[in-house]
């Protein structure tokens, strides 16, 4: 006899399960109540949590004084007579009458009775759908003919696998009112996330959710593998999109032992017939149809539909719809591969590679199979791989290089001067750049570059070209430079009539000298190679050329302070992308990257919100992967400048896990330089000194524009974190000087202001007012209303600091003008929270009031923790009572709790009490998925608690106070069966 003790001790917190786990400790109350007997079914499929669900259920049982006794049955067993009840009781059935099956029921009846002296009993029987004949019959018995004390039955079982005689029991059960069902699904993302710990990124989450299925079993053993080694694309399915085969195979050596030890034990009891068919079918894909498993096993298809059957049955594979099936995992996939012969697997797929284009596969389907049986200079398979790389290049480069990869392994040596191995190895290194394989891509572009002829200058123009693009990621800007000098000086010698091919040709090598001198912050030379360029191209009416020159030239304006030049091109720019489709734009998408950031450098948010998000959904849409986290961080840029903080640490955290798979330290950089300064004004100072030294660290020594802007962050980020000595150092050097000549002149007034707060607070008012004036006299031939208003904040602060308290509140009203005009609600409330504190000192109580009510409604508006915090100790200096916890504009009283939710959030904590993940509620509320989890933050912040978990919690607490029922009305009822 095993009694229960201490079943969950040493594995973790449950997640994901609590409402189960409270619907079944709601069982035990009503059993021992009633003093009845009651049947807890927990259902679900192997490796979804039923035995840890039924070890918390007893061991909260034991603490509660009731008696746990515990049996497992297993299909060895399925043979003996009261395998799972000999398993829980032990000895002591050994001690009954097994001849007379009546007195044995009586005995064990009688002997259940004597072992609850307690509170009751609870019988745990696991994997019941294992369970012999005579225990599902005395099973029965003791649901018509109870106990006569408490007794609660808790059976777990695989629906798929259920024996007729236990469904008839638990029926029998169900008409008595005895019985009541859990069913178990697969964990959604967030539990994954709470399962693994705060220290796991969330594209780990992602990954392990997805490659797990959800499955508790399989999640703790993938969580063991370490990050290098998780292969994020083999152990996922196939995506929606059809962007992969799907028919990919991890080595056997990558699935943890403890799964394949499992899938294994499971092959080993197979029948023969049955075996081979689940090992054709690990080797037809993750989806694949019966007759196409027929063909590669050798076996006709009424043996195949019965050996499926079998399978399915097991669990081992699932029905996926239109008549195909597929393993569950492709973890079980790859164990069940991995058990056939090498030798057998090569012709295995030979069969399957015929028989899939017997039926007219696509190329892309036939690849994975070619790949694993093609032999050297086989031209009908190098033609499906080059054909499986061109079907999906556009949404899965790094499966083209892949698929070129092997098409080259088996291209016949015909030596360097073989055009067709020329072209292949080109384009696998377009595939490898755009998929993020930066160094990999460098190496065959340098390579196809020295092969190629001087008289080949399409080709070699965009080699070239794509090449100085990867220079950029590698963060080798003056490589990039010297590379195109250099081939726009072997371009043939002739004369350009402005309409020639050859002029187009040079007109894109000027265009990319142009960018890489804006990347290495040459500004001058940038708009001479740019206007180049944009002279060449005006003739031709190439609208996309023109719109990539006059982007660069907008920004390179903006970068010298020619504000109306500037403005004009900006105007231009836009216009001309707005006229372009989305796959005339697709093909030079960088131009988006500088229109969006000319655009938010003019001050111009909305537009450059507008093409940036455009841009990123053509990047996504056409595999360019190189350019999504420019376009992410320049999002992130814009949003922070609109005030919206939160959003923008959503869309650099997403720019960080995109730019993950890129292995470039110039993203990478851009990455943590933003993090950095989303966290100095969302008043994390520690957070975000940590970020900007590594950034600067990353971004290195050189004086390009990365380095200059990471530094800058860092610089405001050791001001806010009470190091102004160390701001004003980091800044003035990388600056270049007190009068910043290495930061754009527009952008000068906002980091003078920066330098007039650190002097001041420094008590150094000489120096301060030397930056003040500074800043205003570089804002006043500008005509941009955001410099203008961070040269009169830096002014109202030596005001202030000097005593002016009057002119103080002036200048910083105008500044406060200025910001609402340009709409960056975060520095108006900066001017607020300056203009309050001037004007309480000498001026009306209630204007001082009414000031520092504007600054603390715009920090909440923009979530700016540590600002709002000071400006609410300003109003309670004034008497004006501001509740610390939860408070804004949506929840005017200041409320806690349930109370405190909107009615969007109120709406969304009923969809998380369902257990539905953000994307699905995204989905019922046509929201996206970013703008659902801000809204679940902002829940677990009011209520407090971390987790969903702690949501769900605080809503079960919620529901016994009147004003939460109020609030929660009409919410859809929880479906625990």
């Given at each position: 006899?095993?009694?229960?003790?201490?079943?969950?001790?040493?594995?973790?917190?449950?997640?994901?399960?609590?409402?189960?786990?409270?619907?079944?400790?709601?069982?035990?109350?009503?059993?021992?109540?009633?003093?009845?007997?009651?049947?807890?079914?927990?259902?679900?499929?192997?490796?979804?949590?039923?035995?840890?669900?039924?070890?918390?259920?007893?061991?909260?049982?034991?603490?509660?004084?009731?008696?746990?006794?515990?049996?497992?049955?297993?299909?060895?067993?399925?043979?003996?007579?009261?395998?799972?009840?000999?398993?829980?009781?032990?000895?002591?059935?050994?001690?009954?009458?097994?001849?007379?099956?009546?007195?044995?029921?009586?005995?064990?009846?009688?002997?259940?009775?004597?072992?609850?002296?307690?509170?009751?009993?609870?019988?745990?029987?696991?994997?019941?759908?294992?369970?012999?004949?005579?225990?599902?019959?005395?099973?029965?018995?003791?649901?018509?003919?109870?106990?006569?004390?408490?007794?609660?039955?808790?059976?777990?079982?695989?629906?798929?696998?259920?024996?007729?005689?236990?469904?008839?029991?638990?029926?029998?059960?169900?008409?008595?009112?005895?019985?009541?069902?859990?069913?178990?699904?697969?964990?959604?993302?967030?539990?994954?996330?709470?399962?693994?710990?705060?220290?796991?990124?969330?594209?780990?989450?992602?990954?392990?959710?997805?490659?797990?299925?959800?499955?508790?079993?399989?999640?703790?053993a993938l969580a063991q593998v370490p990050e290098d080694q998780l292969q994020t694309e083999l152990l996922a399915g196939p995506p929606p999109d059809g962007t992969r085969s799907g028919d990919a195979v991890m080595s056997v050596k990558d699935v943890p032992a403890v799964v394949r030890a499992s899938v294994q034990a499971e092959m080993a009891v197979l029948p023969d017939g049955v075996r081979v068919i689940a090992q054709a079918a690990a080797v037809a894909g993750d989806l694949f149809e019966p007759d196409v498993v027929a063909a590669i096993a050798g076996m006709n298809r009424q043996d195949t539909d019965r050996a499926v059957d079998e399978l399915v049955a097991r669990d081992l594979i699932r029905p996926k719809g239109r008549g195909r099936f597929g393993y569950w995992l492709p973890m079980m996939r790859a164990a069940a591969y991995a058990s056939g012969g090498g030798g057998w697997l090569i012709q295995a797929h030979a069969r399957a590679w015929e028989a899939l284009e017997e039926r007219g596969a696509s190329a892309l389907r036939r690849a994975h199979h070619v790949e694993r049986c093609a032999r050297t200079g086989d031209e009908r398979a190098i033609a499906v791989l080059v054909d499986a790389a061109r079907t999906t290049a556009a949404r899965a480069p790094a499966n083209a290089a892949h698929w070129l990869s092997l098409a080259l392994d088996l291209l016949p040596d015909k030596g360097e001067d073989d055009a067709r191995r020329l072209e292949l190895l080109a384009d696998m290194a377009t595939f490898l750049g755009m998929s993020g394989q930066l160094e990999q891509a460098r190496d065959a572009l340098h390579e196809v570059v020295r092969l190629l002829p001087r008289d080949a200058v399409d080709q070699r123009v965009h080699a070239v070209g794509f090449c100085a693009t990867i220079e950029h990621l590698l963060g080798r800007h003056a490589e990039a430079g010297a590379l195109l000098l250099a081939e726009l000086h072997r371009l043939p010698e002739r004369r350009h009539d402005g309409g020639s091919e050859l002029d187009d040709r040079f007109t894109a090598l000027k265009l990319k000298l142009a960018t890489a001198n804006l990347l290495c912050g040459d500004f001058a030379q940038t708009r001479t190679w740019v206007s180049a360029a944009r002279r060449a191209v005006g003739g031709a009416g190439d609208r996309l050329m023109s719109a990539a020159a006059t982007s660069v030239l907008a920004l390179a304006d903006y970068a010298v302070a020619d504000i109306p030049a500037a403005q004009h091109n900006c105007d231009r720019a836009a216009e001309l992308v707005d006229g372009l489709t989305d796959g005339e734009l697709a093909r030079q998408l960088d131009t988006v990257v500088w229109l969006g950031w000319a655009e938010q450098c003019l001050e111009r948010y909305d537009p450059a919100r507008r093409h940036l998000e455009r841009g990123l959904s053509l990047c996504r849409a056409t595999g360019q992967h190189h350019l999504v986290t420019y376009l992410l961080v320049g999002l992130g840029s814009t949003l922070r400048w609109q005030g919206q903080l939160r959003e923008a640490a959503n869309t650099v955290a997403e720019a960080r896990e995109s730019g993950q798979p890129v292995h470039s330290p110039a993203l990478r950089a851009a990455t943590l330089a933003m993090r950095c300064r989303i966290a100095t004004f969302t008043g994390d100072p520690d957070q975000a000194v940590r970020l900007g030294e590594e950034a600067c660290q990353l971004a290195g020594p050189a004086d390009d524009w990365l380095s200059v802007l990471a530094s800058a962050f860092f610089a405001h980020a050791r001001l806010m974190a009470g190091d102004p000595q160390g701001c004003v150092s980091t800044l003035v050097d990388a600056g270049g000087g007190a009068e910043l000549p290495m930061i754009p002149k527009p952008a000068r007034p906002g980091w003078f202001d920066v330098l007039t707060t650190a002097a001041l607070a420094l008590d150094n008012t000489r120096e301060g007012e030397q930056w003040a004036t500074r800043a205003e006299t570089t804002a006043a031939h500008l005509g941009l209303a955001g410099s203008t208003a961070f040269a009169q904040l830096a002014r109202a602060r030596v005001q202030y600091a000097t005593g002016d308290t009057v002119g103080a509140a002036g200048t910083a009203h105008a500044a406060a003008a200025a910001f609402q005009q340009t709409g960056e609600p975060f520095d108006e409330g900066c001017a607020w929270l300056l203009a309050g504190t001037a004007t309480a000192r000498t001026g009306p109580r209630a204007e001082a009031l009414h000031e520092l009510e504007q600054a603390y409604a715009l920090f909440v508006q923009c979530h700016a923790i540590g600002l709002r915090h000071h400006a609410a100790r300003e109003l309670r200096k004034l008497g004006r009572r501001v509740p610390k916890g939860v408070s804004g504009q949506r929840n005017a009283r200041n409320a806690l709790g349930a109370a405190a939710l909107t009615r969007r959030e109120t709406e969304i904590a009923r969809w998380v009490t369902q257990g539905l993940t953000s994307r699905q509620i995204a989905t019922k509320l046509y929201l996206s998925p970013r703008t659902v989890e801000h809204h679940v933050a902002s829940i677990r912040a009011k209520f407090g608690v971390t987790t969903r978990a702690g949501v769900v919690t605080a809503l079960l607490v919620a529901e016994h106070t009147e004003s939460t029922s109020a609030a929660l009305e009409g919410a859809p009822g929880r479906r625990i069966c």
């Open positions: 006899m095993r009694v229960h003790e201490g079943v969950a001790s040493g594995v973790g917190p449950l997640v994901g399960r609590q409402w189960e786990l409270a619907y079944l400790k709601g069982i035990l109350v009503a059993a021992a109540g009633g003093n009845a007997t009651r049947v807890a079914e927990v259902v679900g499929e192997s490796g979804i949590g039923k035995s840890r669900l039924l070890g918390e259920l007893g061991a909260a049982a034991a603490r509660e004084g009731w008696t746990v006794l515990t049996g497992h049955a297993s299909e060895p067993d399925r043979g003996s007579r009261f395998g799972v009840f000999g398993d829980a009781l032990g000895e002591h059935i050994a001690l009954l009458d097994p001849v007379e099956p009546l007195r044995l029921r009586l005995g064990i009846r009688s002997l259940l009775e004597q072992l609850a002296p307690g509170r009751g009993l609870v019988l745990i029987l696991d994997d019941l759908h294992w369970g012999d004949e005579a225990s599902l019959e005395l099973l029965g018995y003791l649901v018509r003919h109870p106990p006569r004390r408490p007794l609660v039955l808790a059976v777990a079982y695989r629906p798929s696998l259920a024996p007729g005689r236990l469904t008839t029991v638990l029926a029998q059960a169900e008409r008595q009112g005895r019985a009541d069902r859990v069913e178990l699904g697969p964990l959604d993302v967030e539990a994954v996330a709470e399962f693994l710990g705060p220290d796991v990124s969330t594209r780990r989450c992602r990954a392990l959710h997805e490659a797990s299925g959800g499955c508790p079993f399989y999640l703790a």
